[in-house]
């Protein structure tokens, strides 16, 4: 999962980028337990995800490209009221792709987020087709406008 990680996002070598490491795990579950997702075939994980709720106000931000993807998870507070939730990051080896595996983690993900926080959008910043396309389904079953930073 780290091998395809690199060779999607190359976070290491791009500084906006969140670079997912366990003091980024363990603050993700800090702002939400339901932040990270995984889907295990019962021979190791397949399928990743990672979402960061926070404020509506750094959710424009971002859209805006006033603060980088590192920057809206170090400014997203703790112990807040989260209005939007990022559709981070989602990984799956290839051989269980389109399999609705992101889409069944990510729904829900967002509904045990959505018991303690009034989400009320998501956004993300897809770097493949198949990204903005689970972006989309995502939130048209969730119900929820989608807002998305273009490059």
């Excluded at 750094?58 to 859209?63: A, G, H, K």
């Excluded at 209005?83 to 983690?105: F, H, M, N, P, T």
């Excluded at 998501?122 to 770097?127: G, I, K, Q, R």
Aim: glycine content about 4%; hydrophobic content about 40%; overall charge negative.
């Amino acid at each position: 999962m780290i091998e395809l990680a690199e060779r999607i996002f190359d976070a290491r070598n791009d500084p906006d980028q969140l670079n997912v490491n366990p003091e980024v795990i363990d603050r993700l579950r800090r702002i939400h337990p339901d932040t990270v997702s995984e889907y295990n075939d019962g021979n190791g994980p397949v399928a990743w995800l990672l979402l960061i709720p926070t404020t509506y106000g750094l959710m424009n931000r971002f859209l805006e490209r006033d603060i980088t993807e590192k920057e809206l998870f170090d400014l997203t507070p703790l112990d807040i009221s989260y209005e939007a939730v990022y559709l981070c990051s989602a990984q799956v080896l290839e051989e269980y792709r389109r399999k609705g595996i992101i889409k069944r983690l990510a729904l829900r993900a967002i509904e045990k987020i959505r018991k303690d926080h009034p989400i009320r959008s998501l956004f993300a910043w897809p770097f493949t087709p198949e990204g903005e396309e689970a972006a989309e389904t995502i939130a048209r079953l969730s119900s929820l406008p989608l807002y998305m930073r273009r490059e």
